[in-house]
Each structure stands twice: as C-alpha cells, then as structure tokens.
C-alpha cells in the first residue's frame, strides 16, 4: 500500500534539522526498499498557485492558505499497513520539528482499469 | 435449539467476530459473516447436532459465507483481485487454538483504539465492535443522536479500511503508548457511566459496568501493570457507587460516605490488583491512582485514614504526571493531614496560577477549606463560583445546599 508523507516545517523558525540528516535519512529509506519517491521543495515563497474558474487561468503568488507550517518535502512511500507507515514517517528528520501527514494514495488507476475490466466481463 | 444458539451467542460471538475480522480484514465482512454463521447454525444444528467445538465451526463457517460473497461480488471486480482474495481466505491453515482466538481479541481492541482514529471514535468503535452495544444504546449513553454517533462509526471504519489500519497488537517498543490509547478510551467510558450514575436516567446502558468488563478483558489478554492498575481503579472506585448518593440522587462526599455501603468484593479484587501492579516497578499514574483509592478503602473512616501516606502517593503521582487537578487533590489530602489552613493555602496559589479557574471542584475545595476556618464571606463566594461552574444536576444542588447552609 502507497501512503504520501507530506513534510510540514515552519519555516519562519530557526532551522534545527540538518541537511545532512534529511540526506541520510532519504538514502536509508531508499535501500529499504520503501521509498518510492521523495523531494524537498523550495520555500513557500516560490510558491505559484494556479486556479480555473470559468476556463479562464489565473495566477496568484504564495500558497493557497496562510498556515504555521508550510509544506517543505514529501515521501511517497510503500508500506504493508498505517503502522509501519507511521513507523517510516516518525524518523523522518523534520517529524522533531514539525509534523508528518500520513495519507494513503487512493489507487485511481487501479480502481478505473478495473471498473473497466468489469465493463468487459459484464 | 434456539436458546443454545442464544447461549453460545453471548458467549462466543465476539471471539468469533474478532476472528473473522482478523481473517476477512474487515469489520463490515466480518459482522455480514457472523450473522451468516449464526444463521447457518440455525439451521443446521437442530439436523445435525450442536458440533464439539461450536467457536471453531462458526469460524469456519462465517469464512465460507465471506468467500462465497466474495465470488458472487466477483462479476464487478477484477478477476486477479478476487482470486488472490479467496486464497489468502482459503489459505488460512484450520481453526487456531483458543491462545489465537484470545490474540484475535486483542488485535480488535487495538484496532479500535488506533490513535489515527479521533477519540471520540475510539470510544464509539469500541462500545460497538467489542462489547457489542447497538448504536442506539452508545447514542443514549453519551446523550447523543443516534445518527451522529452512526455516522462517527461509519467515519472510523472507513478510515481503517482506506488507511489500513491493521488488525495486529503493537509490537513491543510500540506498545506502552499503544496501551495508554487503550486504557484511556476505558477509563472515558468508565467515567461517563460514573458520571451518569447520578443522573436521572435510567434507560442508560451502564458504562461503568461495561468499562470494568473491558478493563478485565484486556487484563486477562495482556497483565501489563498499569491495565491492572486501572482495573483496580475502576473498581475501587465503583465499590463506593451506592455510597455516593442519597435515595434522593443527592451527592454524599468521600468523608462522609455510610462505609458499610462500599462493596467489599469489589475493594478486595481491587486491592489485590494494586498489590500486583505495584509489585512489577513499572506501573504509572493508573496504579498510583489505584493506590490512593486503595488507602481510602482500607480506612474504617476519614479520621482513621492515613492521610500522609496519600500526600506521598500524590507526590509520586506529581512527579509522573504534572497536572494542577492533581495538585488540587493533594491540597484535599494535605487539609486533612495538617489542617485546613495549609490545604487552603496550597488552593489559593494554584487558584492564582489561572489554570483551574473554570474548573468547579477547584472552587468548590477552596469553599469547602474557608468554611471550616470559619471564613464565611470567602466561602460564600467561593460556593458562588463552584455552582455556577457545576454541570451535573447532584453537584451544583450540593454546592447550593452548602451556600444555603452559609446565608442562615
């Protein structure tokens, strides 16, 4: 099962956790076979965020919302339940810091192939 | 036939619902399952006879409904998927013995109390998937709609299903914060029945009753000290129940309960239960909770009771878990060991922190203590304050009789 740790920081605060750590952290996870993807972002100053209302494209700077902690990296991960999920997520780094949010990946492919396989079965 | 089908029902019902959850991975399967077993064995029991090991046979028997559902349901889903379903299922090696059927219980439990889950679900998941109350009688005993508490299962189960939450008890560097989600949601139910208990309704299901059940269920499962030490506080505090109020549903405090009243079966048990938790050296604030309840039910009155000993079981308790409402109560203790004027003076400092200032036993102590100092304008605020804070109906008619009592 894929889980999306999303990596929250504020990162107005002095930052504690080391690149170094995030580094090692990322490279073991990696070699155990559970780590499917991961990036660190840029600061949320980079952000741009798109929207479409009535097919017309507009463009705002900065997040959606103004929060506490702003999204600072992501791993998408594969465990076999939310236990070793939470297990992964709690030694990821920045979980001392700031927090982790654990959400499962809704299988959408996996789920339309086989109302398609349905279809041809009926 | 059927009231032996009733009987092994009550009995064995949720063991064998554990099971299924653990074998079908899903508490909705599981409960469809459970009822066609049942069905079966209404059916085929009164032919065949009621077989030698009837937990086992409905095991097996909700596993078989769950397969068949499962290929029947098998048209609408991907084929691969629902093959390697039925073998997993057909897979499981015979019927366990009766340690795995206990595991089965346990898992359940843990399930329930998954910290991913809010605690208001862990309280409602719990009531219904292992004690097995109805939705409706969860609603009515925490005063709430029965769809609001319908719909707060069906979140939960839900979650468990798309997050996956496991079906599996912690592993042991896991466990104690596991267990403390556990005792908790326990000691909820046990103190909204407390709670209750005073109340005017009657059509409650007991709480505390079914918190004690639980509370002995997982310390049969798994004698970790501090489920024994909340055990023996549940009970302890529950030997005292028909003490604790008047005929007239009025509220009688600790020093002035009929001590004859206390349930001396239910002190025993909890005394031994703190004996054995203290005993281990890794018990926590449930056993030392345990402990103070304990001193106060071997007392033969509120005079006769070892007041120091409850200061320093309140010091040890400080030191574990720092709280201002324990602080309180060892303001209560350190009143009766050194008089009301040291307890006072404990109350109007922590009374002057801020943190308790909506809490009504805070003022209601600080009351109670310039009362006995003969203090009556204080007091008169300070019963004030309580009544207008209080809840429950027995407490705030307390706290009224006592400023009553101060104006005359």
């Known amino acids: 099962m894929k889980y999306l740790c999303l990596v929250y920081l504020d990162e107005s605060a002095p930052q504690h956790v080391a690149d170094s750590d995030c580094l090692a952290y990322d490279a073991a996870i990696r070699a155990s076979g559970h780590c499917i993807a991961s990036e660190a972002l840029q600061p949320v100053r980079t952000a741009t965020t798109v929207r479409v209302r009535n097919g017309q494209v507009s463009v705002t700077d900065g997040p959606f919302a103004e929060t506490k902690e702003q ?7 594969d465990a076999k339940d939310l236990d070793e999920a939470i297990a992964l997520a709690a030694r990821i780094p920045p979980a001392q810091e700031g927090s982790v949010e654990v959400r499962p990946i809704r299988p959408i492919r996996e789920i339309a192939s086989q109302s398609g396989a349905s279809v041809a079965h009926g | 036939m059927r009231a032996t089908v009733a009987a092994i029902y009550r009995a064995e019902s949720r063991r064998v619902f554990a099971t299924l959850v653990r074998l079908l991975g899903d508490l909705d399967l599981a409960e469809e399952a459970l009822h066609d077993a049942f069905r079966a064995a209404l059916e085929q029991w009164p032919r065949d006879g009621v077989p030698t090991n009837p937990r086992a046979w409905l095991v097996s ?7 068949d559902g499962i290929r029947r349901r098998a048209r609408f889903v991907a084929i691969e998927h629902v093959a390697e379903q ?4 057909a897979d499981e090696t015979a019927e366990r013995d ?3 059927i206990e595991d089965d219980r346990l898992r359940l439990i843990f399930t329930c109390c998954h910290p991913a889950l809010s605690p208001d679900a862990q309280v409602a998941l719990t009531l219904r998937e292992v004690c097995d109350l109805t939705t409706e009688e969860i609603a009515r005993a925490f ?6 508490l319908a719909q707060r299962i069906v979140r939960a189960k839900a979650k468990i299903r798309d997050a996956r939450i496991p079906y599996q008890v912690p592993t042991p560097d896991e466990l104690p914060q596991r267990l403390d989600s556990v005792l908790r949601v326990i000691y909820l139910v046990f103190n909204e029945g407390y709670m209750a208990s005073a109340g005017e309704s009657l059509t409650r299901i007991d709480l505390s009753g079914e918190a004690i059940r639980l509370g002995r269920l997982l310390v049969e499962l798994l004698p970790e000290p501090e489920a024994m030490g909340l055990l023996a506080l549940m009970l302890l505090q529950e030997s005292r129940r028909a003490a604790r109020t008047t005929e007239t549903g009025d509220l009688v405090l600790l020093n002035d309960q009929d001590r004859s009243l206390w349930n001396r079966d239910q002190i025993a048990a909890g005394l031994a239960l703190v004996e054995r938790a203290l005993a281990s050296r890794r018990f926590g604030s449930y056993t030392l909770q345990a402990a103070i309840a304990a001193v106060h039910a071997d007392a033969p009155s ?15 308790l400080l030191r574990a878990t720092p709280s201002p409402i324990v602080e309180l109560n060892r303001a209560v203790a350190v009143a009766m060991r050194d008089g009301p004027a040291a307890g006072l003076a404990i109350v109007d400092e922590l009374l002057a922190r801020g943190n308790l200032d909506d809490y009504h036993l805070a003022h209601a102590t600080q009351a109670d203590l310039c009362r006995r100092l003969g203090k009556t304008v204080e007091a008169r605020a300070a019963y004030g304050r ?23």
């Open chain 1, 71 to 77: 999204l600072a990296g992501f791993y998408l991960i």
């Open chain 2, 98 to 100: 009766d340690e795995g």
């Open chain 2, 61 to 67: 028997a909700g596993r078989f409904k769950a397969i």
């Open chain 2, 143 to 148: 005063l709430s709609a029965a769809p609001t």
């Open chain 2, 302 to 316: 509120a005079d006769a009771t070892d007041w120091a000993e409850i200061v320093g079981l309140y010091d040890v």
């Open chain 2, 386 to 408: 309580a009544a207008a804070l209080a809840q429950q109906g027995p407490e705030r008619r307390f706290l009224e009789r006592r400023l009553a009592e101060l104006e005359n």
């Open chain 2, 86 to 89: 039925v073998d997993a299922l």
